[in-house]
C-alpha cells in the first residue's frame, strides 16, 4: 500500500512544474510597471490684461440747486398797493422790465409838488433880493456921498454937527440893510440845495411806487395783495434768477488732490485762484447728473470757484459750479429745467494724466494683485495705489502694461499654484474704456 501511495504522490509533481514554467514565461513576457507621478490640474480663473490709458481724474459730490442771482422785494416806500401783476404768483417767471406792482403813488405826487412850488418860490425870492439888492446899493451910494458933503460943510462950520451926524448914521443904516441882503443872497443857494435834495428824494420816492423786474426771474414766497398796505423795509416776496443755476457741492479732500495731479513741480501762482484762473491751471471741467429712475439726466455745466470755508467735521470744501440757461436746456421726457432745490451729483473732471496702469478696485487685496506668470502659475505682488476712482483704481509701480491680472475669487490662493487664463471681455471693456473721460 505504501508504494501505490508514492506512486500516486509522483503523479502529482508534473503538473506542478507544468504551472510554475507558464507562469514564469508569461511572466517574462511583460515590461516592469512604470511609476506615473500625480499631475496638478490647473484652476481656471477671469483675467483681465493691464492697459495703459490717458486718464483723466473725477471728484465725484452732490448738492443742491440754487439760482445764482436772488433777489429780495422789499417795499422803498409806504403806502397801499393799487395795482400787480396779474401772473404776479409763485413759480410765475416774468421777464426782465415787467412791472411787478404799484403802490399808490398821490401822496408821494403831492410831496414833489411842494417840493417844485419852494424851489419856484426860492427863484422868485433870489430875483427880488437880487433887484433889492442893486436899488439898496444905490442908497448906500447916495447916503455915502451925502454924508461925506455934510460933514465937509460942518468942518467949514456952514452947517450944525448934527445934520452931519444924522446923515451919518443915514449912510451906515443903509450899509446895513446893503449887507442883510448879501447875506441874504449868499444863503439862497444852499436853500436851494436842500430842496433840490427834497425834490430828487420826492422824486425817488415817487419812482419806487412802481417796482420793476430787474432781470429775468421767478417768483417766490409772495406775501402781498391788491389793495394791501405795505410799510417802508417790509418783505414782499423773492426773485430767483432764471439765467444762471449754480450748485453748491461738498467734495472730500481725498477724492479732490487727484485732480490736480500731472502738473509736475510747478504750482499755481496766487493771481489763477481768481477769475477762473483755477479752473484752467487743472482743466477742470463740470457734469451736473441727476438720477431719473430709468436713466440719468445730464448737464455740462462749467466750474466756477471754490467756497471760502472748511468743513473741519466732514473735511470737504464746497465747490461752486454753474449752468447758465437752463431753462432753455429742457429735453421733453429725458431732462428737466434745472430748478431750486433739486438734489443732484456733480462730477469735477481734471486734466488728462497720460499713461496710467488702471485695474479693478476689487482685484486689490491689503495692498497686493495676483497675477499670472510667464509659466502660467499664480504670482502674488505688492502694488503701490495712486488713487481709487469708482470701480477703479490707478497703480503708481508693482505692474506693468499687459500683465494678466486675476479677478475672481480665488481660494485658497497658494502661490505657485496652475492656472489656466480665461479673458474677462465685458471687464476688460470697462477698464480700457476708463481713458477718454469727458
Not at 436899488?135 to 461925506?148: G, K, P, S, T, V
Not at 450944525?160 to 451906515?172: C, F, G, H, I, Y
Not at 443857494?189 to 425834490?199: D, G, K, Y
Not at 496710467?356 to 502659475?377: C, K, T, W
Amino acid at each position: 500500500m505504501s508504494t501505490k501511495y508514492r506512486a500516486r504522490a509522483l503523479w502529482i509533481i508534473p503538473p506542478i512544474v507544468i504551472g510554475v514554467l507558464a507562469l514564469l514565461l508569461l511572466k517574462g513576457g511583460k515590461d516592469a510597471p512604470l511609476r506615473v507621478e500625480a499631475e496638478q490640474p490647473a484652476r481656471v480663473v477671469r483675467t483681465i490684461s493691464v492697459p495703459r490709458v490717458d486718464l483723466r481724474p473725477v471728484a465725484e459730490a452732490y448738492g443742491v440747486v440754487q439760482p445764482a442771482r436772488v433777489w429780495t422785494a422789499v417795499a422803498q416806500v409806504s403806502g397801499r398797493v393799487v395795482e400787480m401783476h396779474p401772473r404776479l404768483q409763485d413759480g410765475e417767471i416774468l421777464p426782465a422790465g415787467t412791472l411787478l406792482f404799484r403802490i399808490d403813488p398821490v401822496d408821494y405826487e403831492l410831496a414833489l409838488a411842494q417840493r417844485q412850488a419852494q424851489l419856484a418860490e426860492l427863484e422868485m425870492q433870489q430875483q427880488n433880493t437880487a433887484n433889492l439888492l442893486a436899488i439898496e446899493q444905490r442908497n448906500f451910494e447916495l447916503a455915502q456921498q451925502e454924508a461925506r458933503r455934510l460933514q465937509k460943510l460942518a468942518d467949514k462950520g456952514t452947517t450944525s454937527r448934527s445934520n452931519a451926524d444924522e446923515a451919518e448914521r443915514a449912510m451906515l443904516s443903509s450899509r446895513t440893510a446893503l449887507q442883510n441882503l448879501k447875506n441874504t443872497l449868499a444863503l439862497l443857494p444852499s436853500q436851494r440845495r436842500v430842496i433840490e435834495a427834497q425834490l430828487t428824494q420826492a422824486e425817488r420816492d415817487l419812482e419806487n411806487t412802481r417796482v420793476r423786474a430787474p432781470f429775468n426771474l421767478r417768483i417766490a414766497g409772495l406775501a402781498m395783495e391788491t389793495d394791501q398796505y405795505v410799510s417802508t423795509g417790509q418783505k414782499l416776496f423773492e426773485g430767483d434768477g432764471v439765467d444762471r443755476s449754480e450748485v453748491v457741492a461738498q467734495v472730500g479732500f481725498s477724492s479732490l488732490r487727484h485732480l490736480f495731479m500731472g502738473h509736475g513741480d510747478q504750482a499755481p501762482e496766487a493771481a489763477q485762484f481768481s477769475d477762473g484762473g483755477l479752473s484752467r491751471y487743472a482743466d477742470l471741467q463740470a457734469v451736473i447728473e441727476m438720477d431719473m429712475g430709468d436713466h440719468t439726466a445730464q448737464w455740462q455745466a462749467e466750474f466756477v470757484r471754490f467756497t471760502d470755508s472748511i468743513d473741519s467735521e466732514t473735511r470737504t470744501i464746497g465747490a461752486v459750479v454753474a449752468l447758465d440757461k437752463p431753462f432753455e436746456k429742457i429735453i421733453p421726457g429725458r431732462r428737466p429745467p434745472l430748478s431750486k432745490g433739486m438734489f443732484v451729483n456733480v462730477r469735477l473732471i481734471g486734466r488728462a494724466q497720460p499713461g496710467q496702469l488702471v485695474v479693478p478696485r476689487s482685484a486689490i487685496r491689503n495692498g497686493r494683485v495676483m497675477v499670472i506668470d510667464p509659466q502660467d502659475r499664480l504670482a502674488i505682488v505688492a502694488v503701490e495705489v495712486l488713487y481709487h476712482q469708482g470701480d477703479i483704481s490707478v497703480i503708481g509701480s508693482g505692474l506693468e502694461a499687459g500683465q494678466q491680472v486675476v479677478v475672481s475669487d480665488l481660494i485658497p490662493a497658494v502661490e505657485g499654484m496652475r492656472l489656466q487664463a480665461h479673458g474677462d471681455q465685458a471687464l476688460q471693456r470697462i477698464i480700457d474704456a476708463a481713458g477718454p473721460t469727458r
